[in-house]
């Protein structure tokens, strides 16, 4: 699986939109990028995925670059409950499909 | 909620002993994984079974094991305990392995 490069931490006040970046300039062609976020000790939650093209749900929307080497994750009307830790993980899709989780971005929520 | 249930929440025994974690999937869901989170390692997959048959393996110890049984519910059996098998450990379920994960609370071990 490809590997990700995200901020170890970012800061963004409530009620405004929170971008988290990801870098994973080595993606193959049939890997997907997913996004969990994981507030404190909880088990981590499915945020949203996506393959080439820009996907939004009522959770978040994922950007994904033409060439496929960035991604960035928007939640756009942040609030205090948003506070976690964000992970962007690439996988293959065919398969097992495991998840091999980076250290991610600790996002804060200012009020 | 995500609809995946682990028990214990938390669970203390001592190093040398022998423990299993239980989990019960979303209803409907095919496939189990198991993850382990320490400070150290972050987290990390252990395991993963679809429909009963174990699909993939990640750092799994050899003295980890972990089954699905007949009605889709999973354990992990985790023996000969050591300090360093203190962590919390999720487990997730999907309705097929292509599809996302859905984490359920997780179960607290500390080994003294």
């Known amino acids: 699986d490809a590997k990700t490069t995200q901020p170890p931490s970012m800061d963004c006040a409530e009620g405004r939109a929170a971008n988290l970046p990801c870098n994973h300039s080595?993606?193959?062609?049939?890997?997907?990028v997913y996004w969990y976020r994981q507030i404190h000790s909880q088990g981590p939650q499915y945020i949203i995925h996506g393959l080439k093209n820009n996907e939004t749900n009522e959770m978040a929307s994922l950007i994904i670059t033409e060439d496929r080497k960035s991604s960035t994750l928007i939640l756009p009307h942040a609030t205090l409950r948003d506070t976690a830790v964000y992970y962007c993980?690439?996988?293959?899709?065919?398969?097992?499909?495991?998840?091999?989780f980076g250290q991610g971005t600790r996002l804060t929520i200012n009020p | 909620d995500s609809g995946v249930t682990q028990t214990p929440k938390h669970l203390i025994t001592a190093t040398g002993q022998r423990v299993t974690l239980r989990c019960s999937p979303r209803s409907g869901d095919l496939s189990v994984y198991w993850y382990q989170q320490s400070l150290d390692q972050g987290l990390q997959f252990l395991i993963q079974y679809y429909n009963g048959e174990e699909r993939a393996k990640g750092n799994i110890l050899e003295r980890f094991s972990a089954q699905q049984f007949p009605d889709l519910h999973s354990e992990l059996n985790l023996s000969s305990l050591e300090l360093g098998d203190s962590a919390l450990y999720f487990c997730a379920s999907s309705a097929r392995p292509d599809r996302e994960q859905f984490f359920g609370p997780g179960t607290r071990l500390t080994v003294l």
């Open positions: 993980i690439v996988s293959d899709i065919q398969g097992a499909q495991k998840l091999v």
């Open positions: 080595t993606i193959s062609g049939n890997e997907y």
